[in-house]
């Protein structure tokens, strides 16, 4: 495996499969976003402009890497994996320049993106092209990323509510629920229960058996 200098500290790493020139490793660092062979660590593609704390994970589907750089509102975009060099006129399908969360990463499904950012605003976007399709202000404030099942998409604010959105291209808020305790990891989805982890307890929220 070779190496070859660093562009900037490493924020985040993902590995992407499925690609016909081999596995990548996605490195979202402060500099751009970087791609290397997961095999032999050869710098591949890169793309995007410096922002100095990019945190947010990216989401990948069907050939398309959708990722965020949102410190203060930074831009989000989609990039097709595969490239050489800088990508930036080649392999962005779009892009929008501001907008995008801080330490929350985007999830998606069905076709769309969803991200909570954090002043307080959800948004729905189409995936294909980046269009806005929905936002509104639920308050509070997004660092634990959202989760996707059942048809909804279910988010935690660090003030301890629990949003649930119904999903799909006419969404809405259906319920809110307060747990009272901070929530700054992202909850989890097994078997139709829904997990939530606070400072000090683990939620457990689904039917009863029995």
Known sequence: MESGPRQGPTVLQHAVR???????????????????????????????????????????????????????????????????????????????????????????????????????????????SGRRIWQERVDGLFSASPVAGDGKIYF???TGDVIVLRGGREPAVIARNVLGERLMGSPAVSNGQLFIRSDDRLFCIGRRSG
Request: glycine letters at 14%.
């Open 156 to 158: 935690v604010s660090e």
């Open 18 to 128: 499925g690609l016909s020139s081999g596995p990548e490793l996605i490195v979202n660092s402060s500099q751009r976003v970087d791609a290397y062979d997961a095999r032999t660590g050869a710098l591949l593609w890169y793309v995007g402009g410096a922002n100095q704390f990019p945190i947010p994970s990216p989401a990948f589907h069907d050939g398309v890497l959708y990722m965020t750089r949102g410190y203060r509102s930074g831009p989000y975009m989609a990039v097709r994996p595969g490239g050489r060099g800088d990508v930036s006129g080649s392999h962005v399908v779009w892009q929008v320049p501001t907008g995008a969360p801080y330490v929350s990463s985007i999830v998606y499904d069905g076709g769309l993106l969803y991200m909570a950012n954090d002043v307080g605003a959800i948004t729905v976007l189409d995936a294909e």
